[in-house]
């Protein structure tokens, strides 16, 4: 089993920027996808982004396409988010998660990073 841990969170103003990281440690042979989601105060878990370990597909949500971008560094079992031009409706916390090979959903989730982008 894989598990993550998420790093990078804070406050910023609207309009600058911020760098999320997720460690993974454990079976990383065994990962399929990597992924962010994040979750506003008071609404649902929505999903943000992901890639694909091998290959490095990437996906995104239309509300982020243009301004964040997903990457991964495979030698350093890292997965980041570059999250630019970032408003006040971007505060949520934001977790990663692991996808293992053959599994249907994301198993492995992280306690997540708080990010807050003051107006």
């Known amino acids: 089993q894989v598990q993550v841990a998420e790093s990078g969170g804070g406050v910023v103003q609207a309009g600058g920027s911020l760098r999320l990281s997720c460690s993974a440690s454990?079976?990383?042979?065994?990962?399929?996808?990597m992924a962010w989601f994040r979750q506003a105060p008071g609404k649902e878990r929505e999903f943000v982004s992901a890639i694909s370990w091998s290959a490095g597909v990437t996906y995104y949500a239309d509300f982020v396409k243009g301004r964040f971008t997903i990457s991964r560094d495979n030698a350093k079992n890292t997965m980041y988010l570059q999250m630019d031009s970032l408003t006040p409706e971007d505060t949520a916390i934001y977790y990663c998660a692991e996808q293992p090979l053959g599994a249907a959903n994301f198993g492995s989730w992280g306690q997540g990073t708080q990010v807050i982008v003051s107006s």
């Open positions: 454990g079976r990383t042979s065994r990962t399929y996808r």
